[in-house]
């Protein structure tokens, strides 16, 4: 009884995570009866809307009321948009969606920023308070907490979503979905509701009315996300994270430079392994269902330029900063010195998206500088060869490697003292006593710089490699899978941590 108590009760304790077995339990029963309504377009979305608010509500409680709320605004505004004849209507009400879309993300997530930074400059001392638990103690008679302001689950990336569809109705790129169910649908997809992958309406839309299709191929492409998803979570990025990195960047003054190195690899590699992971597990959850949701990672440790790097990392977010921000600046449209203002103003704002905190805007102000100057760089020597020696190669994905890892350090730390802590001990790295620590060091965290070590290796296969194991599983009997998939289940049993790790996305 408890058990299903638990399981339609929200407990901030324990969101409904992929990692969870709530989370599973959710799928089985979904599953079960989406055998009875996936051939109806109108029941199938409707029940997986449904099933979307409540995996909502399970992640992140009473703030399900924001995402109806953003939900009915700009499918009202995106009906408004297509129908209005007038030029200067369309413009006012697409303004509009991103006028409270960006209002709801900038009180929820950096009121407090806000506050902090008037307060220091005016010597003032206002006070932030959350306006809706305010105002729901105000009708329900309910007691909650109105003096700290919770950010809502996902609130990123869904506002980034809806301002994204009003954008395209607006620039004829897709028309305004038919009822307001099957946009709250196209919204609050589980899969990709709180950590994205964002998805374009164009994209997701037309699937809405599309007949259900999953392909012997599909199904076994689906399982390896999945089971490879958990794998890089639970295995790779929650164990070194607690046994390791959170322990370095915590105290970065009680260990050497050389394991504060390692700490800021382990962390590129925590981050990766948690975001790409829980992108797996969505791809593979919403091909189960019979959607195609787009490629969010590929391998972006083998970037050979910070250029690159946003090609490969968290590309609906990078390819969404170029369309909705970069180009509307101007892009590269208006001379050279405009170019790398907007790219500048593009990679502030991407930093700042991610936290509100300046060591986050450092972090986007690193990326952007890096690829000012690589467009610097391809300006003064040219397109470069297709064809490139082992060494350029290898000394490229070096370099923006231990670029990337060095603004982690920001992205990662506590605060900015920490951060200058960890490069300060990074810097005694070839001290003579440290360097005769290494052997030592190496034993004494023998079975984390393995698995950090295995990450990283597999992480840099071959894709023609990956291709064909990925292939060989999709073609091997049910039974192999089947038995492959209990004993993945039980080694993410032996290597679960006592409490259930959140994603790293999902404080975004």
Same mark, same amino acid.
């Given at each position: 009884?408890d058990?299903i108590?638990n399981?339609?009760?929200?407990d901030?304790?324990?969101p409904?995570?992929?990692?969870?077995?709530y989370?599973?339990v959710f799928?089985?029963?979904?599953?079960l009866?989406y055998v009875?309504?996936?051939k109806?377009?109108?029941l199938?979305?409707?029940?997986?809307?449904?099933?979307? %608010?409540?995996?909502?509500? $399970?992640?992140?409680?009473?703030f399900?009321t924001i /995402?109806i709320?953003?939900t009915?605004?700009?499918?009202t /505004?995106?009906? /408004?948009?297509?129908?209005?004849p007038?030029?200067?209507k369309?413009?006012?009400?697409?303004?509009?969606?991103?006028?409270?879309?960006?209002? @709801?993300?900038?009180?929820?997530k950096?009121a407090?920023?806000?506050?902090?930074?008037?307060?220091?400059v005016?010597?003032?001392?206002?006070e932030?308070?959350?306006?809706?638990a305010?105002? #729901? *103690?105000?009708?329900?008679?309910?007691s909650?907490d109105?003096?700290?302001?919770?950010?809502?689950v996902?609130i990123?990336?869904?506002?980034?979503?809806?301002?994204?569809y009003?954008v395209?109705?607006?620039r004829?790129?897709?028309?305004p979905?038919?009822?307001?169910?099957?946009f709250?649908?196209?919204?609050?997809?589980?899969?990709?509701l709180?950590a994205?992958?964002?998805?374009?309406?164009?994209?997701? !839309?037309?699937q809405l009315?599309t007949?259900y299709?999953?392909?012997k191929?599909?199904f076994?492409?689906? &399982?390896? @996300?999945?089971?490879?998803g958990l794998?890089?979570?639970?295995?790779?990025?929650?164990?070194?994270?607690i046994?390791?990195?959170?322990?370095?960047?915590? *105290?970065?003054?009680?260990?050497?430079?050389?394991e504060?190195?390692?700490g800021?690899?382990?962390?590129g590699?925590q981050?990766?392994?948690?975001f790409s992971?829980? #992108?797996d597990?969505?791809i593979?959850?919403?091909l @189960? /269902?019979?959607?195609r %949701?787009? %490629?969010n990672f590929?391998?972006?440790y083998?970037?050979?330029s910070? #250029?690159?790097?946003w090609r490969? +990392?968290?590309i609906?977010?990078?390819?969404?900063?170029r369309?909705?921000?970069?180009?509307?600046l101007?892009?590269?449209?208006?001379?050279?010195?405009?170019?790398y203002?907007n790219?500048?103003?593009?990679?502030l704002?991407g930093g700042?998206?991610?936290?509100?905190?300046?060591?986050?805007v450092i972090?986007?102000?690193l990326?952007?500088?890096g690829l000012a100057?690589h467009?610097?760089?391809?300006?003064?020597?040219?397109?470069?060869?297709?064809?490139?020696?082992?060494?350029?190669?290898?000394?490229s994905?070096?370099?923006?490697?231990?670029?990337?890892?060095?603004?982690?350090?920001?992205?990662?730390?506590q605060?900015?003292?920490?951060?200058? *802590?960890? !490069?300060?001990?990074?810097?005694t790295?070839?001290?003579?006593?440290?360097?005769?620590?290494?052997?030592?060091? @190496?034993?004494s965290?023998?079975?984390?710089?393995a698995?950090? &070590?295995?990450g990283?290796?597999?992480?840099w296969l071959?894709k023609s490699? $990956?291709?064909?194991y990925?292939q060989?599983?999709?073609?091997?009997p +049910?039974?192999?899978?089947? %038995?492959?998939?209990?004993?993945v289940?039980?080694?993410?049993y032996?290597?679960?941590?006592?409490?259930?790790?959140?994603?790293?996305?999902f404080?975004?």
């Amino acid at each position: 009884m408890d058990f299903i108590k638990n399981f339609f009760l929200y407990d901030p304790r324990e969101p409904m995570i992929f990692t969870h077995m709530y989370f599973w339990v959710f799928f089985a029963l979904l599953l079960l009866f989406y055998v009875l309504v996936y051939k109806k377009n109108v029941l199938r979305n409707t029940y997986l809307f449904l099933f979307s %608010l409540f995996f909502y509500w $399970k992640s992140g409680g009473h703030f399900f009321t924001i /995402l109806i709320f953003s939900t009915i605004v700009d499918y009202t /505004l995106g009906q /408004l948009i297509y129908s209005s004849p007038e030029k200067w209507k369309k413009k006012l009400f697409v303004g509009l969606s991103v006028f409270v879309n960006l209002g @709801l993300l900038a009180y929820f997530k950096y009121a407090y920023l806000l506050a902090e930074t008037i307060n220091d400059v005016f010597s003032t001392d206002y006070e932030v308070i959350d306006l809706l638990a305010y105002w #729901t *103690n105000q009708l329900a008679g309910t007691s909650f907490d109105a003096s700290t302001i919770i950010l809502p689950v996902g609130i990123s990336f869904f506002t980034f979503q809806t301002i994204s569809y009003s954008v395209d109705v607006y620039r004829g790129k897709t028309k305004p979905v038919k009822n307001i169910v099957d946009f709250g649908f196209y919204v609050s997809f589980f899969p990709q509701l709180v950590a994205g992958p964002i998805v374009r309406a164009a994209d997701f !839309i037309p699937q809405l009315y599309t007949k259900y299709q999953l392909s012997k191929q599909a199904f076994g492409k689906a &399982l390896f @996300l999945i089971l490879n998803g958990l794998i890089k979570k639970m295995v790779i990025s929650d164990f070194i994270s607690i046994n390791f990195v959170d322990r370095v960047f915590a *105290n970065p003054e009680l260990y050497t430079g050389f394991e504060n190195l390692l700490g800021v690899y382990g962390y590129g590699l925590q981050i990766y392994c948690d975001f790409s992971g829980y #992108t797996d597990i969505a791809i593979g959850v919403a091909l @189960l /269902l019979g959607f195609r %949701l787009p %490629l969010n990672f590929n391998s972006p440790y083998k970037a050979e330029s910070i #250029t690159d790097f946003w090609r490969r +990392w968290h590309i609906s977010l990078s390819s969404w900063l170029r369309d909705y921000l970069y180009i509307p600046l101007g892009g590269n449209r208006k001379g050279k010195t405009r170019t790398y203002i907007n790219l500048m103003i593009t990679m502030l704002l991407g930093g700042l998206w991610h936290g509100a905190a300046w060591r986050f805007v450092i972090w986007g102000g690193l990326h952007g500088i890096g690829l000012a100057i690589h467009k610097l760089w391809m300006q003064i020597v040219g397109k470069t060869p297709k064809k490139k020696t082992f060494l350029i190669h290898f000394l490229s994905v070096f370099l923006t490697f231990n670029l990337v890892s060095f603004a982690w350090i920001f992205f990662r730390a506590q605060s900015m003292e920490a951060a200058g *802590n960890i !490069i300060t001990r990074i810097g005694t790295l070839f001290d003579a006593e440290q360097l005769r620590q290494i052997p030592e060091i @190496l034993g004494s965290y023998g079975y984390i710089f393995a698995l950090m &070590l295995f990450g990283y290796i597999v992480h840099w296969l071959p894709k023609s490699f $990956k291709d064909k194991y990925i292939q060989w599983f999709i073609d091997m009997p +049910w039974y192999l899978k089947v %038995l492959i998939a209990v004993i993945v289940v039980f080694i993410l049993y032996q290597f679960r941590s006592a409490e259930i790790q959140p994603f790293i996305y999902f404080q975004f």
